[in-house]
């Protein structure tokens, strides 16, 4: 997408952290929607699809931009998750710095991209809105944290919908790299159950708890069928012609990334989709082959590859 029209009309949006999901989230906004990333490069990226990108880099010490018009009584969704740098003192301190920010803006409607790493090791059971969070893990504790902080903040100032979210995919997220250059690795014999979510459908899921006849609360997105990932896994390297990967041993994973090999648990959305809300993208099976369809029509593969 290139050089398309900014969006006049309509309700504004701020999308706090315009990277993956959130680019998708501005790219389907009907109205005028602004795309804050600390990147240059990323924000001309941004402008040419029509979105008012917004240089902002949050708990870095530098001021903080003013919008050049306002948007009082408008929306905003907030991507950035915890810092998880090694050394960071405070994980949640550009979360933080940006609420007060878009709280500075006026903004009064809020939804928040969370994870359903929340609800810790289900062990294959299924988790919906309304199951309790039950952290197990770093990575689970410190989203269970900014859950907290965004909640605490916006209190009485916003409503607030918090978007729980499984693995995120679509073109150029998806296993095909690592598979086709040998790098992926089947932990476990990936016996362990999963979801994802397509990236379009996380911004339909957007859209829809921004509509004025939703209260705010939890919510869960999701595609519409737990799988093992291994059948998964078969699934692309039958469609790559790869050879299924190596399996190994937990232990052999580092150990910030084992939470996701360890979530092991089915996804419900059907919170969501009382709503009229439904994934576009209903499992991988779909997803995967316009993902991949996707990155071949960015990027044509050169003669004799696949
Ligand atoms: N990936 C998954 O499978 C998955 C699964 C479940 C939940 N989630 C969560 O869902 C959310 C969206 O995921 P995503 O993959 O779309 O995220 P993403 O592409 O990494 O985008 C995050 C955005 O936050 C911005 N950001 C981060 N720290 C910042 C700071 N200190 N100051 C200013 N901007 C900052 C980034 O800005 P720049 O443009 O400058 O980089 C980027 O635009 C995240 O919270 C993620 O943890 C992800």
Redesign the pocket.
């Known amino acids: 997408m290139g050089d398309a029209a900014v969006r006049e009309q309509g309700r504004p949006v701020v999308v706090c952290?315009?990277?993956?999901?959130?680019r998708a989230i501005a790219e389907h906004w009907p109205g005028p929607v602004w795309g804050?990333?600390?990147?240059e490069e990323?924000a001309a990226d941004l402008e040419s699809a029509g979105i008012r990108a917004v240089q902002?880099?949050?708990?870095?010490g530098e001021p903080l931009p003013t919008l050049p018009e306002s948007v009082a009584g408008g929306a905003a969704v907030l991507?950035?998750?915890p810092?998880r740098s090694p050394d960071v003192r405070d994980p949640h301190a550009?979360l933080a710095e940006?609420l007060d920010w878009l709280i500075r803006q006026g903004i009064t409607d809020v939804v928040y991209?969370?994870?359903?790493s929340v609800y810790g090791r289900s062990r294959g059971g299924e988790v919906t809105a309304a199951t309790p969070v039950n952290p197990e893990d770093e990575m689970g504790l410190r989203r269970v944290e900014a859950e907290t902080l965004v909640r605490d903040r916006l209190q009485g100032r916003s409503r607030l919908s918090t978007l729980r979210?499984?693995?995120?995919y679509g073109p150029g997220r998806t296993i095909r790299q690592r598979l086709e250059a040998g790098r992926y690795r089947l932990v476990e014999g990936g016996t362990m159950f999963s979801n994802r979510i397509f990236v379009d459908d996380i911004a339909t899921a957007v859209l829809r708890l921004l509509d004025e006849d939703v209260r705010g609360g939890i919510w869960i997105a999701c595609d519409d069928e737990p799988f093992q990932v291994r059948d998964m896994v078969r699934f692309a390297c039958d469609h790559l012609g790869c050879p299924m990967p190596p399996e190994v041993p937990l232990s052999s994973v580092p150990e910030r990334i084992r939470p996701f090999w360890q979530g092991n648990r089915r996804c419900n959305a059907d919170r969501l989709k009382a709503l009229g809300w439904a994934p576009r993208w209903p499992s991988y099976r779909e997803g995967l082959p316009e993902a991949w369809r996707r990155e071949d029509e960015e990027q044509p593969p050169a003669e004799g590859e696949r």
């Open positions: 952290g315009c990277g993956y999901s959130g804050t990333t600390r990147s990323r902002a880099a949050f708990a870095a991507t950035m998750g810092d550009a940006a991209l969370s994870s359903t979210l499984p693995g995120i």
